[in-house]
């Protein structure tokens, strides 16, 4: 069974500081998503990264991908209270996807 | 925008009834998915198909059947409910776009079993 492990679980931070979410796995997947998800709501994609070592940007968020594609880093910058929530990888098989456990990330201004 | 609408957001329902929870997308996505997420373990893959009248077994198929007479619609349905299928039921669908699949989900459904 593919896993993906994620860490830390839980982080919670002051507003302004900056911190990074990991996403590993031994398995090679041909791309990888990210998700933030709020309570009570569904996960909604923020990035999806294909190449291995690719790096994304979305505002105050950077994606990378590792080189061997087998895992993936979240970085956010300057964190802000709405940046508050569940964040999940999750890696993409065919058709299938095989979701992290989660980073439950709480920004506290 | 991708549109994926799920029929109830919150639903209780007793032991051994039957349960039909629907999902519906609006972006003519071949691939469609049923999910819970409880916590601790995550989103687990329930059933997901990927053409009308297509299904697989996901990771946690027992005590579930689906059903996708339609592109658009992938019905979940819990044959006779129990307790321990209490949770959070999210519903996606997804499509290949040039390099990469992506995935969209609904808004979920809360179900409890009494």
């Known amino acids: 069974t593919q896993l993906l492990e994620q860490s830390p679980q839980f982080l919670s931070i002051q507003e302004g500081e900056n911190l990074t979410v990991y996403c590993n796995s031994s398995s090679v997947f041909s791309s990888l998503q990210w998700y933030r998800q709020e309570p009570g709501e569904g996960p909604v994609l923020l990035v999806t990264?294909?190449?291995?070592?690719e790096v994304k940007k979305l505002k105050r968020l950077t994606f990378q991908f590792g080189d061997a594609r087998k895992d993936s880093s979240l970085h956010i910058t300057a964190a802000q209270p709405g940046d508050t929530g569940l964040y999940l990888c999750?890696?993409?098989?065919?058709?299938?996807?095989?979701f992290g456990t989660g980073t439950r990330l709480k920004v506290l201004a | 925008d991708v549109k994926v609408t799920q029929s109830s957001r919150y639903l209780v329902k007793r032991t051994g009834e039957k349960v039909f929870l629907e999902c519906v997308q609006d972006?003519?996505?071949?691939?469609m998915f049923w999910y819970r997420q409880d916590p601790g373990l995550g989103l687990r893959l329930i059933y997901f198909?990927?053409?009308?009248?297509?299904?697989e077994k996901g990771d946690i198929p027992e005590g579930y059947s689906v059903s996708r007479e339609k592109k658009e619609r992938f019905s979940l349905i819990l044959e006779s409910a129990s307790t321990n299928q209490t949770s959070m039921y999210l519903c996606?669908?997804?499509?290949?776009?040039?390099?990469?699949?992506?995935?969209?989900f609904g808004p979920g459904t809360r179900l409890t079993v009494t």
């Open positions: 990264v294909v190449t291995g070592g």
């Open positions: 972006m003519d996505h071949e691939n």
């Open positions: 198909s990927y053409d009308v009248k297509m299904k």
């Open positions: 996606a669908s997804s499509a290949w776009r040039g390099d990469k699949y992506e995935q969209y």
């Open positions: 999750a890696g993409v098989g065919t058709y299938k996807y095989i």
